[in-house]
């Protein structure tokens, strides 16, 4: 049995059926660390692995969170075995199933032909659930997965929605889904400001998610939701490093790591921003950057640094290899916008719509099921900042979006214009430019401490 593999990609929503509700909270936190876990390590899900992770937990949690974090991955395990409706493996005949493999190595790509070597991928700890065949569970989830697919929303923008819509059903049981009114949903919303103390950010997206429910699903007005209780509205001061803070950290980050730092650091980028480039917006000719589709789908242009010109050059001309081998390969072109995919359906095998940093394992696409190369994951891109900000002994909270406020004030501190700031962030306001006056070390005004 040591070499049973168990591979279970729905597991959530059958922990939602199947699992009482005051226990799933629990389930779903011992299994989602149990997965990372093992992406950390690098290892399969087979009978050692799950006695060596409960063993760790054992060492160091109580006993009643041992026990539920035990009952958890037992539930997992047995499910798992049970249910074999995992997605079909690449390479596999559509509809077979092979959820349950013994001594199996990583589920495989396209076959290779010749000389060729095949392509893997952890098909358990590098794919998010399939989308695809995750159609919800109940009659109004099914209806309310139904109308986000056809407006075309986001993937994260739907995994939120739902969340929050089964929040506030469970929060209004037993009252059914179908019977809410307004009144419950301001009740929801006061809840989570009084009882919870969420961020004022967080409840204006469970409102915006409970308003498309009521809309979209429901097929009904919520009426005037504004007495409800408002979370406290509070804005922290970003944190910033220094030039000399950040030289220290980019010298700990090896080869390409580095390279993405310096550019998200160099360009001003969100990290979403930077992970999403491909080889036709990065112009090394005119030294500019063309972010698609950023937050609010709003296009800009940004500068890129002169210094990294000639090592943005040579990552480009490595990844041409990379592209010509997944084409011997016969894989499937990189994802594209639903609209232009439909439109020309053989541009994501172009070299031009090529990630401009691409992930260097196969995922399977998280709605189309489709086994392709995906950009660099952005769990792996923050752990590796952290990693080099403690190597570094930066004693500051350090993540990818410190280096974008360090890029901010930088440039205020450096005589940039307010406005010109503005446009190269790409914020829609310029309160929210403003915060970075705060964090430089001199404002355009001048304003310095009597000390000084």
Known sequence: MDDLIVEFSDWDRVLRESVPVALQAGYREAVVKFLYWLREKGKQPNVATFKEHLEWKRSYLPPKQYELRRNALRWYWQMGKKRRIQAPEVGTQKGSKPDIR????????????GNRQPVTFNQMTDVPPLGKADLGGAPWERKM???IRELHLAWKTETTYRHWARRLVRFCAPKPAEDLKGEDLRGFLSHLAVKERVAAGTQKQALNAGVFFF????????????DFTRAPR???VPSVLSREECGRLFEELPGTGRLMAELMYGAGLRLSELLRLRVKDVDLERLQLAVRAGKGNKDRLTMIPRSLAARLKEHRERLRGLHEKDRDAGLPGVELPEALERKWPKAGEKFEWFWFFP????MR???????????VLDATFQKAIREAAARAKLDKRVTPHTLR???ATHLLESGTGIRDLQDLLG???????????HTAKQTGVGIRSPLD
């Open 359 to 362: 992930s260097r394992n196969l």
């Open 234 to 236: 509070h804005r922290n």
């Open 405 to 407: 406020h360090s890029f």
């Open 365 to 375: 696409d998280h709605r189309s099921g489709i086994v392709r190369r995906h950009h």
């Open 215 to 226: 809309r979209e699903v429901l097929r009904r007005s919520p009426g005037d939701l504004g």
């Open 102 to 113: 013994r001594g199996a190595a990583p589920a495989r790509g396209p076959a290779a032909t």
């Open 427 to 437: 914020h829609a306001d310029i309160s929210t430019t403003q915060i970075y006056l």
């Open 145 to 147: 997965v139904a109308r």
